[in-house]
């Protein structure tokens, strides 16, 4: 710790200030709870941010994507083949996409951010098993990491799972530290580089891992128009969860852990191969 840079010392949060991290990361958890339901077929992901927008407000938060670097709403929507960024619109969700909503919060002036990848209705194999892969790479990489740990420990257990699984990594959007600021120092690449292998995670310091993992190639395209989608260059889905976490002298604490969202170890289930599978079992009963 002697040798640790002053620039790294600044990313130490006092007791108190981790306490209020704790309170940002709940409250946005709250939120992704009461969104849950809502994500379904037939509605638009306008008609959500919206949702997202009132509820911030009236709980009397602030949501902080809205007007940061002139982003227009105040979660982010990606759907399919949209790895990150896309903006709530008047398109209506249909059976058989996968939406990543992406919230974050500034609650007293603190960060909360966290999103999860939700089915709607019944979806492809492939959708089923990139998202399968992008919840298990982000709880296997929170199992990897200890007080102190290289932040290429993250990039080192997730690029390896999602090649063994067929999938690829992104490697132009990253996780951050986060705190009174969106994003803080350290970068967190969800692949080993040389910056990640020098950056620690100390007690103290607060950061999200969030791996956004593609069916197909790793490229991305962002969107001329609009400025923010990113898209796979290829047309192949994509997906994400993201959690806030603080590093503590027991190791990693999830701060935007849910009630009624997925748990480390769920399995996403596909309702086609569920009825298939039950199909199976009554002929052979
Ligand atoms: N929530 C995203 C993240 O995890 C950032 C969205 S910035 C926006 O870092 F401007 F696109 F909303
Ligand atoms: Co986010
Ligand atoms: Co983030």
Redesign the pocket.
Known sequence: MKSMLKKQKKLILTPEQQDAMRRAGRVNARLMDYIRPHVKAGVTTLSIDNLIHSWTIDNGHIPATLGYQNYPKSC?TSINDVICHGIPDEYTLKDGDIINV?I?TIVDGWHG???ETFFIGDVSEQRRAVTQCAFDCLYLAIDALTPGSRVSTIGETVVPEAHRRGFTVVREYVGHGLGRAFHLDPSIPHFPNRQSRIDRLYPGMCF?V?PMINAGSRYTRSDKVDGWTVRTKDGMASAQF?HTLLMTEDGPEILTQTEYGPRKGHQFECLEADRAGEKANAEST
């Open positions: 982010c992406d974050t951010d966290q999103s999200t969030e993201e």
